[in-house]
Nanobody, 126 residues
Framework: QVQLVESGGGSVQAGGSLRLACARS?????????MGWFRQAPGKEREGVAR????????LYADSVRDRFAITQDNAKTTVYLQMNSLKTEDAGMYYC??????????????????WGQGTQVTVST
């Protein structure tokens, strides 16, 4: 069974940076996937942040993070990163890693993803 484990969350001042990581492990984890990052602030719906598929294609960013965040993956394609720069207070929330079988399809919506990590908290202070 494939598992997703996020790491790298923490507290940072506005304008700072964080890099999140999502490690995929377990039986079938070396297969081809579409990987995504989502976030959820208290009282708000979960929203898409970025996604990337196994071959590095179909990269998609939410308008609110484009040009500040970057999604990448390691050479083994089992770890996905989210580099977050110029963080704003509105970027705070629980960040979740998600996966679906290759390829990436549709919009950057949670409904297209079937596997989820437990999340890592990001706090941005003024």
């Amino acid at each position: 069974q494939v598992q997703l484990v996020e790491s790298g969350g923490g507290s940072v001042q506005a304008g700072g940076s964080l890099r999140l990581a999502c490690a995929r492990s377990g039986y079938g984890s070396t297969g081809s996937y579409c990987m995504g990052w989502f976030r959820q602030a208290p009282g708000k719906e979960r929203e898409g942040v970025a996604r990337i598929q196994h071959d590095g294609g179909r990269v998609l960013y939410a308008d609110s993070v484009r040009d500040r965040f970057a999604i990448t993956q390691d050479n083994a394609k089992t770890t996905v990163y989210l580099q977050m720069n110029s963080l704003k207070t509105e970027d705070a929330g629980m960040y979740y890693c998600a996966a679906r079988p290759y390829p990436c399809i549709g919009e950057l919506s949670p409904s297209f993803f079937s596997l989820w990590g437990q999340g890592t908290q990001v706090t941005v202070s003024t």
